[in-house]
């Protein structure tokens, strides 16, 4: 990007350029939004027929014609009454128009065309010279499933031709690792039309989540944290109360057990808060910390799911905390502190923070959200930590702190969240004695630090490249003979690895040795041992790591040792 140019304005406009295009090509077309995004824009439309990924390259071949037009793009503001008349045959823009505050709307034109805009844009369709359209998907007006069904078409853009050709780099790595294609490859999930959007665990699949939970268990109750387990199921009445029905009935399972209606629960906070109203609470007993790995289910739109990092449902490391507004800080630092070391177990050792404040449709006072958002500034500075602010993006019920890491190859990924709640204690009478025998309102904290197991699973995937550290390999040694001879000493060596707990294989096939080695690389096996007669004589192995590597005649105890430094 040159200096001073703002890549979200070109991307703002690039969508401009794309409903231009689709316009001259497909007249009937009514549009609705194309904003910009953090990789590149979109444009939600109602086309007379469906498009197609063949019709892709006409429509970005169109949009080049334009570009090469070179028309000024300009922005005036005009009546709502002539914007109305404008887009008489559109209810979509006319649903914007009356929503829109003031007496005036911005209007964007370039050429012939036309759109509905606030502003922001280059000067001109020739300044919009490097972009590719990459998908359509489904969508429905307002994110509404009960509403009009759209159309999607997704594309990026950049200033020069030099970044476009490392986007689309990044995007051919990504292409190669990406986690539905190496889960297929190496056996550890899969997706059936008979649940769509709900993920199938294969049992290699399977023991790296549990890996993922045991270290994270492992982590939390080291830091006096207790595990709980809450229904999947609970009366919709629950939902109500905590004000998860108000806001995401739309996402929502629900299902009717003797005439009464429950639902599937889409967050775990309420059924940590009954355990809370189980008995009453002194203050002696806050900081309460209450934990699971709670499977929760979304009803999302089909056109959104996306391997692991989209599904419909899906397990939290979650963690409730209740304590009083005195705690706050200390709790957050503690917090911040173990989601940090938890993601330099897995490399990510650049955490950044955003700090999420006020949304819209958000519960509470001014004064109580405030306080809240007060309270983990005072806790980020503290914990000296760099933050920025996103405004408008936090939780209904209060402010969070979302983390961001960076992967291998440069992308970011949102995970762990950190959400302050001064709402759920009010809507569901929580109290403790506090000193002096009053009632008051405990504070919840909500943390997650993986957020979603299954999406961080995806993550991690894509981050080692399919090459998962010993820790966390599903199969983390294959026993490797060059002749049947050492099967003997082979299956020794196996029982004592697996009574140390290792995860271990012995090759049972006939190939040569470079045979088994290869077939141990293509499986991404950490550790092959290698066993010849030297070693069965002097009962050690050779260690042929992942990269090649190899470390030669270790003694079954030097091995041992060597497992025990990657352990959990």
Not at 224 to 247: I, Q
Not at 449 to 455: A, H, T, V
Request: glycine share 8%; charged share 25%.
């Amino acid at each position: 990007m040159k200096k001073g140019q703002d890549l979200s304005v070109l991307r703002h406009s690039a969508a401009h350029l794309l409903a231009h295009a689709v316009s001259e090509l497909y007249p009937n077309t009514k549009f609705t939004l194309g904003p910009a995004t953090e990789t590149g824009f979109f444009y939600d439309m109602l086309p007379e027929t469906n498009f197609k990924e063949s019709d892709l390259p006409e429509i970005e071949k169109r949009m080049h014609e334009i570009s090469e037009r070179n028309l000024p793009l300009e922005h005036t503001q005009i009546s709502k009454k002539e914007a109305c008349s404008l887009y008489k045959d559109n209810q979509f823009k006319l649903e914007m128009i009356n929503n829109l505050e003031g007496d005036t709307v911005g209007l964007a034109t370039q050429g012939a065309f036309f759109d509905l805009c606030r502003g922001g844009h280059v000067d001109s369709t020739g300044d919009i010279k490097f972009f590719k359209l990459t998908s359509i998907s489904g969508s429905y007006w307002r994110a509404d499933r009960n509403g009009v069904a759209l159309q999607r078409i997704t594309g990026t853009a950049f200033y020069t031709q030099k970044d476009m050709r490392l986007h689309e780099k990044k995007i051919e790595e990504a292409l190669k690792y990406d986690h539905r294609r190496l889960g297929k490859e190496l056996d550890l999930f899969s997706f059936k039309d008979e649940g769509v959007g709900f993920p199938f665990f294969h049992p290699k699949g399977k023991q790296i989540l549990n890996s993922l939970v045991a270290s994270m268990r492992k982590r939390l109750e080291q830091a006096n944290y207790k595990e709980v387990e809450t229904p999947l199921m609970l009366s919709d009445e629950l939902w109500k109360c905590s004000g998860h029905y108000e806001f995401y009935k739309d996402n929502m399972y629900f299902s009717e057990v003797d005439e009464k209606s429950y639902a599937i629960k889409p967050m775990n906070c309420p059924g940590t808060i009954l355990i809370y109203k189980d008995h009453p609470r002194s203050y002696r007993e806050l900081p309460l910390r209450l934990y699971e790995f709670g499977k929760v289910h979304r009803h999302e739109l089909s056109g959104v799911l996306h391997g692991l990092f989209r599904v419909r449902a899906f397990t939290i490391d979650d963690t409730h905390i209740y304590c009083t507004q005195e705690q706050i800080e200390k709790e957050i630092l503690t917090n911040i502190g173990i989601l940090q070391e938890t993601m330099k177990k897995f490399g990510f050792d650049s955490v950044k923070i955003a700090l999420s404040t006020r949304p819209e449709n958000a519960m509470g006072s001014d004064k109580i959200w405030a306080d809240a958002i007060a309270g983990l500034k005072n806790a980020l500075k503290a914990a000296g930590a760099d933050y920025v602010i996103q405004e408008g993006e936090g939780a209904f019920y209060g402010p969070k702190l979302e983390f961001k890491i960076l992967d291998s190859m440069g992308r970011e990924w949102q995970c762990g969240t950190i959400q302050l709640d001064f709402f759920q204690a009010e809507n569901f009478d929580l109290t403790y004695v506090a000193p002096g025998g009053t009632l008051k309102r405990p504070v919840i904290i909500h943390q997650a630090i993986y957020g979603s197991l299954e999406r961080f699973l995806g993550i991690i995937i894509e981050h080692y490249k399919g090459n998962l550290p010993f820790w966390l390999a599903p199969v983390q040694a294959k026993i490797l003979t060059i002749t049947d001879e050492q099967k003997s000493y082979a299956h020794e060596l196996y029982t004592q690895l697996k009574e140390q707990g290792v995860r271990v294989e012995i090759y049972e096939g006939s190939d040569p040795l470079a045979g088994q080695i290869k077939d141990a690389q293509m499986k991404k096996i950490p550790w092959m041992l290698i066993i010849g007669n030297k070693e069965v004589e002097n009962k050690t192995v050779t260690l042929r790591h992942l990269d090649g590597k190899q470390e030669f005649g270790l003694s079954q105890k030097a091995l041992l040792e060597k497992i025990n430094q990657f352990t959990l």
